[in-house]
Every structure is written in C-alpha cells, then in structure tokens.
C-alpha cells in the first residue's frame, strides 16, 4: 500500500508540475505577445490547461491497460494520442469562439496545423515523461524485490548453517551421560547433561543473525569444550585466550564451534592427548582469531574430507561480511593444523 501511495503523489506531483510549466511557457510564448484582452487570454488559458489536464487523466486511464493491446500496443498509442490531439485541438478553438461572443469562425489550414502540432507534442511528450518515470519507479520497484529476496535467501541460508549442529556430537554427548550414569558418577553426569542443554537451548533459542561480543563467544565455547572434555577425560586439553582489547567486538554465534568440532572429529589421532587453542586478538586490520591443534592436520590429497565445519565457517563468514573477511588454513611444522580468521571490527554501539 505504501508504494501505491508513493507512485500516486509522485504522479499528481508531475501533473502539477507539467501542467504548471505548460501554463507558464503558454502565456509567456503566447497569450502576452498576442493582442488577446485580459479578459479573454486568462479564462482561456485556464479552459486550455484543465482540458489538457483532463485528457492527459484519460490517458493515463488507458496507458495502465496498454498491454491487452499486446502487439498492438505502440499502433493504439500512436492513433490515442492523434485523437486526444485533435479534440484538444478543437475544444481551444472553440472555447475561444465561445469567448469572443460566439462567431463560430472556422479554422485555417494554418491555425488547424499550428495548434494541433501543440497539441501533439505537449502530449507525446506528455507520454514520453510518463512512461520515462513509469519504467523508473518499476525498475525501482523490481531492485527493490530482488533485494528482499537476495536478503530473505540469505538469512535462511545464514539459519540453515547456524542450526547446522553435528549430530554426532549430540549423541556421543548423551552416550557419555549414559556411560557416567552406569559408572555410578552421577554428579558429572549432571553437570553434564547442565552444560548440554545450557548449549543446546543458547544454539536452539538465539537469532543466528544476531552478533554477539567476543567474550560471549569464548564462553559459549568453553561450555561446549566442558562437555567434550567429559567424553574425553585426560585425552583433551583445551587452551581460550582472548585480548581485552577485542573481547566487546561483536562476532557471528558459535562461528568457532565447528571449526574445533571439526578437529575432533577429524584431526585426532589414536590415543593421542589433543592439545587445542584458541585465541582471539585485536589489531588495526579487524579481529584476528586462531585455532591450533596438535593432530594429524590437513592431507595433503586433493579429494581429502575436511569435514562440515570448515565448510560452515566460510559459508557464513561470506554471507555475513562478504569479502571483508578471511579464514586461511595449513599445517604446522610441528604437527598439527592451523586455522586463521580475520573479521571487520565492529562494536556493539556501531550495529545498532
């Protein structure tokens, strides 16, 4: 309803303005270079104008219903506008005749040529300005829609990946609960399953498309490291450090997880005590994150699974900031693998 109300103002808006302009250059062109009386020249111009007004309406009329025509459509343009040109062409003249006492005078040749090439070029370009701001305000409209629609596409996929929890991790979660249950050590299975569903119900319950700041980000990251700690024991050592400086920096949610997801899932090797860290930095480039781990790293094959994680984080790293965002990878000399993200700096007051 808005951008009907939009195009209508826009249109009465052109009409006063068109409309004003012809009125304006009529008497200036015209009627005060001619020896017409006051009394004659003024109400004509106003007959001229509301006339031309009213046709131009009756156009409009029909322009909106212009594609019934279909291939007909330029041919009863053309035929409209010749018509509409020579009723106003006749309705001047004899509004004129009637102002002057009624003698019914006919026209000349001359007259009959000189007014109605007026009256067709105020009207075609009357229709050039018309269908000029029509294609405008559609063209407008229809950015404006594949907008919405590349937006809406987008945070459906930025969803998608944000629920894209791995369910292995739940139920290798809740077999370890299971496991701490038989063992009898039913306080760390309460802890446990506490932590797994503060994670769950903060990955279920919270906007995806919401940032939120770095120390928020490291905790939630913690809380999933907890539990996996309790299925792995003394197999998992697990280091977060965060600089001061970046901890109000605002992030993607759970953009990490997967990355260390990944690593446990794919990176580990047999009766191998993993040694992840993560670290979060600032600098004047944006906000540097690392992921290290001390595993078997990426193969080297070309068609080697790198798993869902490091496939998630670069889908939504370029759907959030497009190119303004980096995730490099290798391996360390010392074994192991790397992973380095760099993100725009942005503060909670600058997303508002």
Not at 51 to 57: C, K, N, V
Not at 161 to 173: E, V
Not at 220 to 238: C, G, P, S, W
Request: aromatic residues 12%; proline residues 4%; hydrophobic residues 45%.
């Amino acid at each position: 309803m808005s951008k009907l109300v939009e195009r209508l103002r826009l249109f009465w808006f052109c009409q006063f303005c068109g409309w004003s302009i012809y009125a304006l250059l009529t008497e200036l062109l015209i009627k005060l270079p001619s020896d017409e009386p006051w009394q004659i020249h003024v109400p004509h111009l106003l007959l001229d104008v509301s006339s031309g007004f009213l046709i131009t309406m009756g156009l409009h009329t029909f322009y909106k219903r212009a594609k019934r025509f279909d291939k007909y459509t330029v041919a009863a343009h053309v035929i409209l506008i010749i018509v509409a040109a020579l009723v106003w062409t006749q309705f001047q003249w004899y509004a004129l005749q009637a102002l002057y006492g009624g003698t019914w005078d006919p026209m000349s040749w001359f007259d009959f040529g000189t007014w109605t090439s007026a009256s067709l070029t105020m009207l075609s370009a009357w229709t050039a300005v018309y269908y000029s701001i029509k294609n405008y305000l559609d063209n407008v409209e229809q950015r404006e829609r594949a907008e919405r629609a590349t937006h809406l596409a987008k945070e459906a996929q930025l969803k998608m990946l944000r629920y894209q929890l791995n369910p292995h991790f739940m139920f290798n979660s809740i077999n370890a609960i299971c496991t701490l249950i038989l063992k009898h050590e039913n306080d760390r299975a309460v802890d446990m399953l506490e932590q797994l569903c503060d994670f769950l119900r903060y990955s279920l319950y919270t906007d995806p498309l919401k940032k939120i700041p770095v120390s928020e980000e490291a905790a939630l990251l913690k809380t999933y490291l907890e539990i996996e700690k309790n299925r792995f024991q003394t197999a998992l050592d697990v280091s977060i450090t965060t600089d001061p400086d970046c901890e109000a920096a605002l992030i993607p949610p759970l953009l990490i997880q997967p990355l260390v997801e990944n690593v446990l899932k794919h990176g580990m090797l047999a009766n191998q005590t993993m040694s992840i860290a993560v670290d979060f930095s600032a600098s004047q480039e944006g906000i540097h994150i690392q992921v290290t781990d001390n595993g078997k790293g990426f193969e080297e094959q070309y068609h080697c699974q790198r798993g869902i994680g490091l496939d998630n984080c670069q889908q939504r790293l370029r759907l959030t900031y497009e190119d303004d965002a980096q995730l490099s990878m290798g391996n360390r000399p010392e074994g192991g693998a790397w992973v380095n993200i760099l993100i725009p700096r942005e503060l909670q007051s600058s997303a508002l």
